[in-house]
C-alpha cells in the first residue's frame, strides 16, 4: 500500500493542531484498543449483530468501522478526495458510516470476526510505526488524535449498547460507586459577558468548539448538582408521565408514541424502583445521578419542578470561569477544578468506578462556582439545539458535525464511561432529544 502523506498545509489553513506528541499518542491509541478488545472479545453469535435498533449498531460493523476509520485518516488520507487504497475490499462502501447506510449495517457482507480482530491489528500496528517514523509531522499527529477521539466515542458506545441490548457487564472492569448523599442547593453564577468556545491554539478540538466568541449572559443561579434517582422518581411517583402539563408537545408525543412511564431501566417491584444494569435488576441507588432520560423527560421534570435547563453557554461559564473573572479576561479554565488533568479525585471517568455515582462524591473538582461533577459521573443535557458557532468552516472529517446541527440537543460534561482525554469545558457532544439509552441526565437552573 503506498504511504499516504497528509498535507501540511491543509492543516494549517484549518487550524488543525494537537499539542500531544508521537509517543503520547501512541501510548493512548493502544489503550482505546485495549478498552475496545476488552469490550468485544466476550462476544460471539448472535451478540455480534443484536437486534436491529435504530440507537446501536451491529459491534460486529462498529468494531471494523473503528479500524476503518484510523486507516482512513491516519494511512490513507492524503488529501481531499485522495486516498490510498485500503488493507480490505470494499472498505468504504462497508465501513464508511456515511455511505453504509445504518439500517443497510446487519445485512452487508461484513468481515467475520477473526479477519475484524486483523484487521484491526494490522491498521494500529501501521500506524504506530508511521507516528514513530514521522513524529514531527504535525498532520498526522492531528489525525492520529482524531482517531484516538473517535475510537474512545465508541468505547462508550459500546459501553451503552452493553446495556441497552442487556448483555453482560464489561469484562475486568470492577464497578465500585463512590458513595455519598444528596447534594441540594443552587449557586448563583454572575453572568454578564462570557467567552464560549475553544480559543486558538496548539490543543485538539473539534470543529463544532470553534471559535470563542463573545455572548452576554444574565445573572443566574444552577444546582451544584445534578438530579438524582430519588429526585425524579417523586416526579414518577407523582404520575408525570400522565401529566400533560409538564410536557412540551413533541415530548408528549413521544411519551404517547413509546408509552414512556418511566426512566429507561427503571422496574417497579411493590413499593420499590430497581434498574436493570446490564443484564441484572439492582436497587436503585437514591442519590445517584438520574440517567437514561431523554432530553424530554429532563425538560418535563423541570417543568414540574418549576425549573428549567441550563443553556450551554450557562453550562460553560459556571464549568470554566471564576467569580473573579467571569469574562475569561485571564483565558478559560480547561477543567472546572483548573488546568490539573482529571484524576480519580476530581471526576467520575472511564476506569475510576465504571458506574454511576452519588452527586455528592468527588468534591475535589468542584468548580470555582461549587458546582459539583461538572466533568464525568452522567452527561448533562442542556437547553440548546446543536447549532453551529459563528463563522463555522467545517474541519476534513465533514460528517463529524455538520449533518446534526439543528436536530440534535446539546450535551456537556462527561459520565462515568468516557475517557478522561476527551474531555474538557469546551467538548460539546448531541444526541436528539429523544434518546434514552446514552449515560444522560441533567442539572437544572432556577427560573427567574
Given at each position: 500500500?503506498?504511504?499516504?502523506?497528509q498535507?501540511?498545509a491543509?492543516?494549517?489553513?484549518?487550524?488543525?493542531s494537537?499539542?500531544?506528541?508521537a509517543?503520547?499518542?501512541?501510548?493512548r491509541l493502544?489503550?482505546?484498543?485495549?478498552?475496545?478488545l476488552?469490550?468485544?472479545?466476550?462476544?460471539?453469535?448472535?451478540?455480534?449483530?443484536?437486534?436491529?435498533?435504530?440507537?446501536?449498531?451491529?459491534?460486529l460493523w462498529?468494531?471494523?468501522?473503528v479500524?476503518?476509520f484510523?486507516?482512513?485518516?491516519?494511512?490513507?488520507?492524503?488529501?481531499p478526495?485522495?486516498l490510498?487504497?485500503?488493507?480490505?475490499?470494499?472498505?468504504?462502501?462497508l465501513?464508511?458510516?456515511?455511505?453504509?447506510?445504518?439500517?443497510?449495517?446487519?445485512?452487508?457482507?461484513?468481515?467475520?470476526?477473526?479477519a475484524v480482530?486483523?484487521?484491526l491489528?494490522e491498521v494500529?500496528?501501521?500506524v504506530l510505526?508511521?507516528?514513530?517514523?514521522e513524529?514531527?509531522?504535525?498532520?498526522l499527529?492531528?489525525?492520529?488524535?482524531?482517531?484516538a477521539?473517535?475510537?474512545?466515542?465508541?468505547?462508550?458506545?459500546?459501553?451503552?449498547?452493553?446495556?441497552?441490548?442487556?448483555?453482560?457487564?464489561p469484562?475486568?472492569?470492577?464497578s465500585a460507586a463512590a458513595?455519598?448523599?444528596?447534594?441540594?442547593g443552587?449557586?448563583?453564577?454572575?453572568?454578564?459577558?462570557?467567552?464560549?468556545?475553544?480559543?486558538?491554539?496548539?490543543?485538539?478540538?473539534f470543529?463544532?468548539?470553534k471559535?470563542?466568541h463573545?455572548?452576554?449572559?444574565a445573572?443566574f443561579?444552577i444546582?451544584?448538582?445534578?438530579?438524582?434517582?430519588?429526585?425524579?422518581?417523586?416526579?414518577?411517583?407523582?404520575g408525570?408521565y400522565?401529566?400533560?402539563?409538564?410536557?412540551s408537545?413533541?415530548?408528549?408525543?413521544?411519551?404517547?408514541?413509546t408509552?414512556?412511564?418511566?426512566?429507561?431501566y427503571?422496574?417497579?417491584?411493590g413499593?420499590?424502583w430497581?434498574q436493570?444494569?446490564?443484564?441484572?435488576?439492582?436497587p436503585l441507588?437514591?442519590?445517584?445521578?438520574?440517567?437514561?432520560?431523554?432530553?424530554y423527560?429532563a425538560?418535563?421534570w423541570?417543568?414540574?419542578?418549576?425549573?428549567r435547563?441550563?443553556?450551554?453557554?450557562?453550562?460553560?461559564?459556571a464549568a470554566?470561569t471564576?467569580?473573579?473573572d467571569?469574562?475569561?479576561a485571564?483565558?478559560?479554565?480547561?477543567?472546572?477544578?483548573?488546568e490539573?488533568a482529571?484524576?480519580?479525585a476530581r471526576a467520575?471517568l472511564?476506569?475510576?468506578?465504571n458506574?454511576?455515582?452519588?452527586?455528592?462524591?468527588?468534591?475535589a473538582?468542584?468548580?470555582?462556582?461549587?458546582?459539583r461533577?461538572l466533568?464525568g459521573?452522567?452527561?448533562?443535557?442542556?437547553a440548546?439545539?446543536f447549532n453551529?458557532y459563528?463563522?463555522?468552516?467545517?474541519?476534513?472529517?465533514q460528517?463529524?458535525?455538520?449533518?446534526?446541527?439543528?436536530s440534535?440537543?446539546?450535551?456537556r460534561?462527561?459520565c462515568?464511561?468516557t475517557?478522561?482525554?476527551?474531555?474538557?469545558?469546551?467538548?460539546?457532544?448531541?444526541y436528539?432529544?429523544?434518546?434514552r439509552d446514552?449515560?444522560?441526565?441533567?442539572?437544572t437552573?432556577?427560573?427567574t
Amino acid at each position: 500500500m503506498p504511504e499516504a502523506t497528509q498535507t501540511i498545509a491543509e492543516a494549517r489553513a484549518l487550524q488543525l493542531s494537537t499539542n500531544s506528541t508521537a509517543r503520547e499518542l501512541a501510548k493512548r491509541l493502544r489503550a482505546a484498543r485495549e478498552r475496545t478488545l476488552l469490550l468485544a472479545s466476550d462476544l460471539s453469535g448472535g451478540q455480534l449483530f443484536g437486534p436491529k435498533l435504530a440507537i446501536v449498531n451491529p459491534p460486529l460493523w462498529e468494531i471494523a468501522h473503528v479500524a476503518w476509520f484510523q486507516e482512513h485518516w491516519c494511512l490513507r488520507y492524503r488529501a481531499p478526495g485522495d486516498l490510498a487504497p485500503s488493507l480490505i475490499e470494499n472498505a468504504d462502501p462497508l465501513y464508511n458510516s456515511a455511505i453504509a447506510a445504518h439500517d443497510t449495517r446487519w445485512d452487508l457482507p461484513l468481515l467475520p470476526f477473526d479477519a475484524v480482530l486483523r484487521f484491526l491489528a494490522e491498521v494500529l500496528g501501521r500506524v504506530l510505526e508511521r507516528l514513530e517514523r514521522e513524529a514531527e509531522n504535525p498532520a498526522l499527529r492531528y489525525f492520529a488524535e482524531l482517531a484516538a477521539c473517535h475510537e474512545e466515542m465508541h468505547c462508550e458506545a459500546f459501553t451503552y449498547t452493553r446495556q441497552t441490548l442487556g448483555y453482560a457487564p464489561p469484562r475486568g472492569i470492577p464497578s465500585a460507586a463512590a458513595a455519598g448523599s444528596a447534594w441540594p442547593g443552587d449557586v448563583a453564577v454572575a453572568g454578564g459577558e462570557f467567552v464560549l468556545g475553544a480559543y486558538p491554539g496548539d490543543r485538539f478540538v473539534f470543529d463544532n468548539e470553534k471559535w470563542a466568541h463573545r455572548v452576554q449572559l444574565a445573572p443566574f443561579s444552577i444546582a451544584r448538582a445534578a438530579v438524582t434517582n430519588s429526585e425524579f422518581a417523586a416526579f414518577v411517583d407523582a404520575g408525570g408521565y400522565e401529566r400533560r402539563e409538564s410536557w412540551s408537545h413533541a415530548g408528549w408525543e413521544w411519551r404517547n408514541s413509546t408509552g414512556a412511564a418511566a426512566p429507561a431501566y427503571w422496574v417497579k417491584q411493590g413499593s420499590e424502583w430497581l434498574q436493570r444494569v446490564y443484564n441484572r435488576l439492582e436497587p436503585l441507588p437514591p442519590h445517584a445521578a438520574v440517567i437514561h432520560v431523554n432530553w424530554y423527560e429532563a425538560d418535563a421534570w423541570c417543568h414540574w419542578a418549576g425549573r428549567r435547563l441550563p443553556g450551554e453557554a450557562e453550562w460553560e461559564q459556571a464549568a470554566s470561569t471564576t467569580p473573579a473573572d467571569r469574562a475569561c479576561a485571564d483565558g478559560k479554565r480547561t477543567y472546572p477544578w483548573g488546568e490539573d488533568a482529571p484524576d480519580t479525585a476530581r471526576a467520575n471517568l472511564f476506569g475510576v468506578c465504571n458506574t454511576i455515582s452519588d452527586v455528592s462524591a468527588f468534591a475535589a473538582g468542584d468548580s470555582a462556582w461549587g458546582c459539583r461533577q461538572l466533568l464525568g459521573n452522567a452527561w448533562e443535557w442542556t437547553a440548546d439545539w446543536f447549532n453551529p458557532y459563528p463563522d463555522f468552516v467545517r474541519d476534513p472529517y465533514q460528517e463529524y458535525s455538520e449533518p446534526w446541527f439543528g436536530s440534535h440537543k446539546v450535551l456537556r460534561g462527561g459520565c462515568h464511561a468516557t475517557s478522561a482525554p476527551l474531555l474538557r469545558n469546551t467538548w460539546r457532544n448531541f444526541y436528539t432529544p429523544d434518546r434514552r439509552d446514552v449515560f444522560a441526565g441533567f442539572r437544572t437552573c432556577a427560573k427567574t
